[in-house]
């Protein structure tokens, strides 16, 4: 079991616009990143990451979250998988 103290420190390191421009091809808009879904088939880009908040909101498939809830969306990880991901990440 992972301890709530690694839990937080996770969450305090990790920064959402760094664990999904591993995966997605971000382009800066603003103070927020944009980008095409990578849940679905779009020209325009709908999905977008908030550094400031540390979210993302994809608005062609309606998902959203934080970088636990995009690697559990994205890459099908548990949300154990995902906390180790970035453990590792940001060691």
Do not use: C
Not at 40 to 49: A, I, L, Q, R, Y
Not at 56 to 72: R, Y
């Amino acid at each position: 079991m992972i301890s709530k103290n690694t839990i937080d420190k996770v969450f305090e390191q990790s920064r959402v616009e760094e664990v999904i421009g591993d995966f997605v091809n971000l382009k800066k808009s603003g103070s927020n990143y944009k980008a095409l879904s990578p849940f679905s088939n779009e020209k325009t880009p709908s999905f977008v990451v908030s550094p400031v908040k540390q979210i993302w909101k994809d608005f062609s498939s309606g998902k959203g979250g934080n970088a636990i809830s995009f690697l559990m969306e994205h890459e099908h990880f548990t949300y154990p998988e995902a906390i180790k991901y970035l453990a590792r990440k940001y060691n």
